[in-house]
């Protein structure tokens, strides 16, 4: 393995998955505890109902500023407002919701998008039985309006719920009409250009995630398959 | 549930999440090789589609096993067969859906999980507007039902579709009935007793990792925001 030096990049690095992922968590937590009208919080409360330790709660924020006062902890409000322009959530994001399966109808009622800012403004699908349908206040498109809508309703997210065999071809129609970030649900990789972000969610392979650890947990404690209250 | 204890916990360690979510995309790329009747395949070949090095898919296979022929590379059926047994999918997963809204709606049509031996043999809900409604050969029950179905349909995994309000309290019922692992699609963190399995799939969380690679890259290129073909 050879390590090319890279010159550093600027301020702007891109944080690991894993901690914008944490970072979520923290956002969740805050709002809620604002919510119930709590002021301050330290890192120790805020990670211990997430299970993180209050070093790495530390230690994640870093990433994206100073926020914390010694002996007081964090300002709630102070946070969540940082948290939400750290990530991009601080506007709302116009989303297209692509293939209206059921999957694409279950994630247009889906409420964890709409709280947070992600607003879904057009939905295509290629069945000619389905265009021209009118749900709430859209009508589903056709695939061939992709650029035009895109461009007037400055789309720059997609929700990819296509079938696996049409999703990369309909990834790229998606990149040629100038979507920026797509989030594949379709059960298959899909390979897009390096400019345009990309999050993957194949629930079957994740579910076979979840069978390896219970078939392992089995073998690792056989005697404690029984259940436990606690 | 059958307690036959097997004392070397050496051998049957848990392999890192991420190594398992690769060897669930080469089991994806093995199978559709085989429908296209590939008999083997090398490292190189079987990671170049999902862009993972061939260094990477050695260390990954090798922590299950031996599956390699130096000279001839992988033979592509044992291979199958083999992680199919080591990610558990090679028997049938009965599965509770706990939750009918449009997400469990869209579970239940999902063709990711039944592909793969995952197959949903109940479903719950709280509403008494929905117990009693038939879906195909299944039926929505009360969750007063689950302990006596969970058991007689001898159910490992569930699919907890819940409001959040609810998940963490659903949640321990379903342990309580036995349940030994939950696939969280609730927009909350849940915590279980430790020999139960979770994966947990914040969709909002995740659209908010994609939003926030969007910013990044956006900052970084500035002027690599137009399409490019490729």
Redesign the interface.
């Known amino acids: 393995m050879s390590s090319n030096p890279k010159p550093e990049?600027a301020t702007?690095k891109?944080?690991p998955?894993a901690v914008?992922?944490r970072v979520?968590?923290y956002?969740?937590q805050l709002e809620l505890l604002h919510g119930q009208g709590e002021i301050t919080i330290s890192s120790a409360e805020l990670g211990a109902?997430?299970?993180i330790k209050n070093a790495q709660v530390r230690k994640d924020l870093a990433y994206f500023g100073q926020f914390g006062h010694p002996g007081i902890g964090y300002q709630i409000d102070d946070l969540i407002g940082a948290l939400r322009h750290?990530?991009?959530?601080d506007h709302e994001?116009p989303l297209a919701l692509v293939g209206f399966?059921?999957?694409?109808?279950?994630?247009?009622?889906?409420?964890?998008?709409r709280?947070?800012g992600?607003k879904i403004v057009a939905i295509f699908d290629a069945d000619p039985a389905k265009i021209g349908r009118k749900l709430d206040r859209l009508v589903i498109e056709p695939l061939e309006s992709l650029l035009q809508v895109v461009a007037a309703r400055q789309i720059?997210?997609a929700l990819l719920c296509v079938p696996a065999e049409v999703a990369q071809s309909v990834a790229d129609r998606l990149?040629?009409?100038?979507?920026?970030?797509?989030?594949n649900f379709a059960?298959?990789?899909i390979?897009l250009?390096e400019?345009v972000?990309?999050?993957g969610?194949?629930?079957?392979?994740?579910?076979?995630?979840?069978?390896?650890?219970?078939?392992?947990?089995?073998?690792?404690?056989?005697?404690?398959?029984?259940?436990?209250?606690?």
């Not at 750290?86 to 959530?89: A, E, S, T, Y």
């Not at 969610?201 to 073998?219: F, H, I, P, T």
């Open positions: 990049p702007v891109l944080a998955k914008v992922g979520c968590l956002l969740r109902p997430l299970s750290v990530l991009g959530v994001w399966g059921n999957l694409g109808r279950a994630l247009l009622g889906y409420h964890g998008f709280s947070r992600f720059t997210l990149v040629a009409a100038g979507i920026v970030g797509i989030f059960p298959t990789p390979h250009p400019h972000s990309l999050i969610v194949d629930l079957g392979a994740q579910l076979e995630n979840l069978a390896y650890k219970v078939e392992k947990s089995r073998e690792l404690a056989p005697g404690a398959s029984q259940a436990s209250s606690y």
